[in-house]
Structures are given as C-alpha cells and as structure tokens.
C-alpha cells in the first residue's frame, strides 16, 4: 500500500511516537498540585512553550484543544458572538459548519484561481461598521492553494475586524507565524504535520492572555478557555511533529509537478494551478470520470488518495470548493493526491504510472460508451 493521503492525516513521525509514549507512562493530571501532577504539568507547559515559540505566540494564547476542528469551532463560536461573520467559499467544514446555526454568514467568493477575492473582501467589510469576524484559511485542504493572508489581514485592520486563520493544512509546510501573517487567531492540528490524532491548538495574538467565552467551560482549565484534562500524549506528540516538521523541512515541488505534467498529458485539468499552492498537494481533475471510479481504481492498484475532503471521507460528494472556483461539472472529477512526509521518488513512479493505465482505460470506456448507441441504430 502507497499513502498519498496526508492531507487527511500525516504518518506519525517517529519523534511523536516516543514523546507520547513517555507520555503514556505520566501518570499524573496537569492540573493535579502534588509530584504526580507537577510532572504532567512540566510535560504540557513544556510542550505549550515549543508551539508558542515556534508560531510566535504568548504561551498564554495558546489554547490546547482535541483538534482542528475545536480549534476553529472555539474561535467562530467565541470571537464571533455579536459579530458579522465573513466566511472564504472554499472554507473547511469546521469553520463553515460553525457558524451554522443562528449566526449571520456573510460568504466571501473566490476567484477562479481559488484564493480569496480581496476585493469582495474590502466591499463586504465596507458594507457594515458593525464588529466582524472575517475567517480566510491559510492553505485549502482540497487544492493547496495557498491564500495572500498578509493581504487579508491589511483590510481587517483598516476596518478593525478579527481575523482568523484555519491553518490546519499550513502549519510545517509553509512558514504559519502569527506575527508575520498578521492574523489575530489561528487554527491548528497536530495529525496534520505528523503528530498524534487528538490534539489540536487555538493560537492567539498579543502578549497579555486573550480572554474567550469557551465553549465547554469544565474545570477552567486553558484559562478558562477550554475546560476539560488535556490529552496530554497527544499534546507532546503535537509539539514534538512541530519541531520534527520545522526542523527538517522538505519540498516536494518537483514530485508534485511530476504527478501534474502526468497528469496533463492524460487530458485531466489542475486545480488551482495558477495559484501559489502546497508543495505537496496536486488536485487532478478527469474530465468525464467520476472521483469514485478513480478513487476505486487507484485503491485496487493499492494507492490511497482522497476526493473532496478527506475529513468527511465515506461521503464522496460533488466539491463545494472546487465549485466555487467556477470548475462546474469537474467539481465532481477530482482527486487530491497530497504527499506525506515520508513519500519516496519511487512512490510517486507508481502513482504516475497507475494513474496513467486508470485515465487509459477510463476514456477507452467512455469512447465505448460514446460508440454503443450509434452501433444500435445501426443494427
Ligand atoms: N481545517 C482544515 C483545512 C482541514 O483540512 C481539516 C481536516 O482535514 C480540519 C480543519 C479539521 O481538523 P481535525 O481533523 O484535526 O479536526
């Protein structure tokens, strides 16, 4: 089996299996204040500090949560209380699904590029002076295409709005500091770069503690912000990817060209292609075939990748971010193949080559569906 899925979730990095597994053996609750706790809480602050450096936060605004998802969730549900809430078309689900029930949603479109319109952005901000959350997330999920969020984060200041980053898909594959893209929140989680699926972080903006209606009060742990014992394995796991990914970065821009080109000359469109996008991550299109048939066939060939969003696997639907990029019916022939940290040349020979004797025998299928009627009529 060839992984070519690490946008759903990345490999464990072997440093994140030991620093859980010492974990594991803590017994204690951080919150707990004989031996015992004090160990477990040296062990979370430690990893508090790592994250907090590494992204430039206050250690203070870091709030740990069981993923991306609650980390987004905490910030539309706490920031955008009583304010407009400005959401990208091409959002994930955690953001888009928070602001679901009752709030006031303001969509923001792309272009067809798939990054944000800035100028719908301006002219949407314009409209109102009331209070807003604006939230643009820094890599998409599906296409990889990378959005100009220091470009994003200008107008909100101009006008005072928060502006949250889901950074989910950034964070270890592009630079994600806090202070650099000007951003007051962002979201993260540490199966996406390697860590341990269970842990996830709110990072906040500014030196002193930000305080945040949370959305599970609990215990009062986080500062009150997120109740409730830390997953601590997961959370040194967290940390301990982030150094791993910071630390020994790759690029994958060329295997990833080398799966476009292939795929090009196979008659399939790439998604997003103008746009500055992951290094890792190709989104391919075949016109006329289905993601599920290409899903079923590359599984058979032994290779994993996705269509859509991987989040929601087991649903294989038509692409809402493909769809706002204008794609039209190609919404529904895609696939994303995203590279894991660990992907060899050899890994990505295969794919190209499965892929090629997939998109053969698909259009040779499709040009006999096309012949058959004329042949009745014939007959
Ligand atoms: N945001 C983005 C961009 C994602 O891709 C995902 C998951 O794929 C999430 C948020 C949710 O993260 P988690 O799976 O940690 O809840």
Avoid at 84 to 93: F, M, P, V
Wanted: proline content about 4%.
């Amino acid at each position: 089996m060839i992984y070519l899925d690490a946008n759903a979730t990345e490999p464990l990095r072997p440093e994140s299996r030991l620093a859980a597994l010492e974990a594991l053996d803590c017994v204690g609750n951080p919150s707990s204040p004989h031996k015992a706790g004090r160990a477990a809480r040296a062990l979370l602050d430690d990893a508090r500090k790592r994250v907090s450096t590494r992204l430039g936060v206050h250690p203070d605004n870091c709030v740990f949560t069981s993923g991306g998802t609650e980390a987004n969730t905490l910030a539309v549900k706490a920031v955008g209380r009583n304010r407009r809430i400005l959401i990208g078309a091409t959002e994930h689900d955690a953001v888009r699904k928070a602001a679901d029930d009752g709030e006031l949603v303001e969509w923001l479109p792309v272009l067809p590029d798939g990054t944000i319109d800035l100028a719908a952005l301006e002219k949407t901000l314009a409209r109102s002076e009331a209070a807003a959350l604006v939230c643009v997330m820094l890599a998409n999920n599906e296409t990889g295409v990378i959005n100009p969020i220091e470009d994003v984060a200008s107008l909100c200041r101009k006008t005072g709005a928060w502006l949250h980053v889901d950074a989910v898909q950034a964070v270890g594959r592009v630079s994600a500091d806090i202070g650099t893209l000007g951003a007051d929140s962002l979201a993260l989680s540490g199966h996406k770069f390697g860590g341990m699926k269970g842990a996830g972080a709110l990072l906040l903006a500014g030196d002193a503690p930000v305080v945040l209606h949370p959305m599970q009060a609990g215990g009062g742990q986080e500062r009150g912000r997120r109740g409730g014992t830390q997953a601590l394995p997961a959370i040194v796991s967290l940390a301990a990817a982030l150094d791993a990914a910071l630390d020994q970065p790759v690029d994958f821009t060329g295997l990833r060209d080398r799966i476009n080109a292939a795929a090009s000359c196979c008659g399939a469109t790439i998604c997003g292609e103008d746009a500055p996008r992951l290094h890792n991550t190709s989104c391919i299109a075949l016109p006329g075939v289905r993601s599920e048939a290409q899903l079923i066939a590359l599984d058979l060939e032994g290779f994993c990748v996705s269509a859509g969003s991987a989040c929601s696997s087991g649903k294989v639907g038509g692409s809402h971010v493909l769809a706002a990029m204008g794609l039209g019916d190609l919404a529904g022939n895609a696939i994303r193949v995203s590279l894991p940290w660990n992907v060899t040349e050899a890994d990505v020979s295969g794919f190209i080559a499965a892929y090629e004797r997939m998109a053969r025998r698909q259009s040779a299928r499709s040009s006999r569906a096309q012949i058959a009627p004329a042949d009745q009529i014939g007959m």
